[in-house]
């Protein structure tokens, strides 16, 4: 390499615009949704929930110090007709006069190569509480990032669908739950 270029190749990196790190803090709540779908007498059904707060602080740079938080209203809920809301509600279903939110809360979240991510937390539903780990995927945007995932929770381990309905022939025990967090940095 010849003197003259050495120079200009350091000229050229110190001009360069610092890469900044981009924490995702401020959740969109319009352009984020909460479903699930499960099986009933074999038949799909699916539904989400209209309310859920969440609170987070992600840096894809440094991923390990990121925090989580959602909490969601489950009188919100949307399982298909206004019967199934309302049956939702009762004791041996939410028994949302007593419970009236769900609650995740991470305690570590770790990289795993390709935008994908491992949150692990404990989950609060019906005054049980669960350890689960959760996979997300990242997609990075010019103004906004999406937080996608999925996951099987199993109703019967937080006493959801008791009596009658604990028989998973007529309601299966796994709930597959889905999320779309959008996110703006700062």
Sequence with gaps: MSALKLPLILLMLLAA?????????????????????FRQMGVGVKGGFKRFATQM???????ETASAKLEIDLASIDAGSPEADEESAG??????????????????????????YEMRGTLTLKGKTREM???VMFKPGKTTAQFDGAFVLKRLDFGIGEG???DVATVANEVQVTFHIAATGK
């Design 133 to 135: 780990v959760v996979p």
């Design 164 to 166: 009658m309905w604990a």
């Design 57 to 63: 602080a992600f840096d894809p740079a440094r991923p």
């Design 91 to 116: 004791k041996l279903w939410f028994n949302r006069s007593a419970f009236p939110k769900a609650t995740f809360v991470s305690s570590q979240i770790r990289a795993l190569g390709n935008n994908r």
């Design 17 to 37: 615009p610092a890469v900044q790190a981009v924490e995702y803090s401020t959740v969109l709540p319009k352009q984020s949704a909460i479903g699930f779908e």
